[in-house]
């Protein structure tokens, strides 16, 4: 365009940019390169005004969206297990940067409490108990408040019913026939179906609660139900859905593919409903109570066929407006370490209470080891405990989320526990080291508060990287909320945290005799302590006070 050699132009762009506000120096380098100095007072007033502003400067969104994250998944009755373990810790984790970011973001857990495994239950409770007035179907009293089951007991129920109705057709036929009598509305199984939704619903809240994982709405599958009748006679009526091979169906394949995209079922050959027909009926339910803007599911990437169809049939049906976005962030498997799904020792599958004990204990361990190594620290056991907890908890979290989640990772407990390199421990063990020069120093009669004006510009390397790193605060964030991106928030923390610890090794801050410059660093201090915190509270972990 020019008709000029690269340099020659990079040499223009640099003599304008002489007198420039943000930058000292641009320095033009063959063949054709910009090399750019950002000013230190520029970048120390940036950090001011980080400092002085609401979420560090971050600009509001020009609309408030309202954003569904369909998260978590469990189906009732059955225990949590390792296999539900991504989709809490990366759903919670996308709804939070939402949040922050400035939207309206329900969560909701979607139950899996409409099939065939409330049948099951019902069966092997009958087979059991066959003397239950449940079962009575000329019963017509009301039923017992108390669950006839407690939850360990439920626990075991599933499974052996499982387990039978794969080798035992008559089991099997019968626990079809309950699912059946119980979606037509038979009155024992439905007060059955409610006390296993208790028992299950308050085992899952304390589960999700031990994984700081917190739901806006408690809604399952089966509170869609009420909304497919009118919803499949709407896709009759207007000529979507027709019958292929018995099946009600909808074709949802278009020119630009360049795979098979089979036709959505709405109805199978006996009329029943499918996993993608309660996912059409639950957008019809979000439609009709909270109008999302987007709606966001969290759900393995073995399911991306299915959310492909159901999106697809949504919107060609009119079940969502154009300007609604769907999607699925379509996770990965979490491997141990013999590359294949992580399993017990002997194989089994993990249940994830147990998962959760087993790195609680290993990490206190390591940190009683500590304490043995430093003698003079004495900390009481259950201050111990509870910063066990919540370090093992920063551990799985952080090594789930800094995977791309679309990926497989391995489950490595002896990395993830680490106090060094890329772990949650090592932003931890970080955070604590600024929170605990920052108390030594208010012990020695300084002041943390109202500093955002102390910041100087940088003196050495360390410092100028430690304050760059601050500076890409709001376009990470950003970033992270664009894609649905958690684990861009990591790698970010990660390069904060050795930023800092750079910083640390080369500059003496409580022993500085310049009150000035001093002053200098505590306000960076606090800067970094507090945007590694809104950055871990948006992954969904926090820091103890001392490790
Ligand atoms: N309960 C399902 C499962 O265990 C996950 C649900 C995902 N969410 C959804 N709206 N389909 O696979």
């Known amino acids: 365009l020019y008709k000029k050699a690269p340099i020659m132009i990079a040499n223009d762009v640099a003599g304008k940019c002489t007198d420039s506000r943000v930058f000292a120096e641009v320095q033009a380098v063959a063949p054709g390169f910009l090399n750019l100095k950002i000013k230190g007072s520029f970048l120390a007033d940036y950090l001011t005004q980080m400092e002085k502003e609401e979420k560090f400067g971050l600009e509001v969104p020009e609309k ?19 296999g539900h373990l991504r989709s809490a810790v990366i759903g919670e984790s996308v709804k ?29 409770m009958k087979e059991r108990y066959p003397d239950l007035v449940y079962f009575d179907p000329d019963y017509t009293g009301e039923y017992p408040k108390e669950a006839p089951f407690t939850i360990s007991e439920l626990e075991d ?3 052996t019913a499982s387990g039978k109705s794969k080798q035992d057709a008559v089991f099997k036929e019968a626990a079809l026939l309950a699912t059946k009598e119980l979606q037509g509305g038979r009155r024992g199984y439905q007060a059955l179906l409610s006390h296993i939704m208790n028992v299950s619903v308050t085992d899952l809240k304390r589960n999700y609660e031990n994984l700081n994982v917190h739901f806006e709405l408690w809604k399952g599958e089966s509170d869609a ?11 009759k009526d207007k000529g979507y859905a027709y019958m292929s ?30 996993y993608s027909t309660t996912d059409l009926a639950t957008l019809v339910m979000r439609m009709k109570e909270n109008n999302p803007d987007r709606v966001i599911y969290l759900a393995d990437a073995r399911q991306s066929m299915h959310f492909i169809q159901v999106f697809r049939c949504a ?19 979490m491997n141990g370490k013999d590359g294949k799904p992580f399993k017990t020792r002997d194989g089994g599958v ?33 201050e111990a405990e509870e910063t066990a907890k919540t370090v093992a908890l920063a551990a799985i979290k952080y090594g789930d989320l800094s995977n791309q989640a679309s990926k497989d990772y391995v489950f490595d407990i002896e990395r993830f526990t680490s106090f060094e390199g890329n772990t949650g421990p090592y932003i931890l063990y970080t955070i604590v080291r600024i ?8 012990a020695k009669g300084g002041t943390i508060e109202g500093l955002s004006d102390a910041i100087c510009p940088a003196r050495n390397a360390g410092q100028k990287n430690l304050m760059l790193s601050l500076a890409k605060f709001n376009a990470t964030i950003e970033n992270a909320y664009e894609e649905s991106a958690p684990h861009k928030i990591c790698a970010y923390i990660y390069e904060l945290a050795n930023a800092f610890n750079g910083f640390y090794h080369d500059t003496k801050i409580l022993a500085e005799e310049n009150d000035k410059l001093q002053k200098s660093y505590i306000a960076l201090l606090v800067l970094t302590k507090e945007v590694l915190e809104t950055c871990i509270d948006m992954l969904g972990f926090s820091a103890p006070d001392r490790m």
Request: aromatic residues 6%; glycine residues 8%; contains cysteine.
């Open 435 to 442: 929170k605990s020069i920052l108390s030594k120093y208010q």
């Open 64 to 82: 408030q969206k309202t954003i569904i994250v369909d998260y978590g998944g469990p189906n009732v009755a059955k225990p949590l297990h390792v």
């Open 245 to 274: 091979e018995g099946a009600l169906v909808v074709d949802v394949k278009e020119d630009t593919d360049t795979k098979e995209i089979p036709p959505c079922i709405i109805l199978k050959s006996d009329g029943a409903s499918l």
């Open 157 to 159: 129920i599933y499974p």
């Open 225 to 235: 139900q009420p909304y497919v009748p009118e919803m499949v006679q709407m896709m």
């Open 350 to 382: 993990m249940r994830l209470e147990y998962l959760l004990k087993e790195i609680d204990g290993e990490m206190l361990a390591k940190i009683k080891e500590n304490q043995k190594e430093k003698e003079n620290l004495d900390i009481d056991p259950k």
């Open 96 to 124: 939070r940067i939402a949040r922050y970011i400035g939207h309206k973001v329900i969560g909701d857990i979607h139950m899996g409490d409409w099939g065939l495994q409330m049948g099951l239950v019902i069966t092997e």
């Open 315 to 333: 919107k060609k049906t009119g079940i969502v407006p154009e300007t609604t976005e769907l999607k699925h962030i379509g996770f990965g498997t």
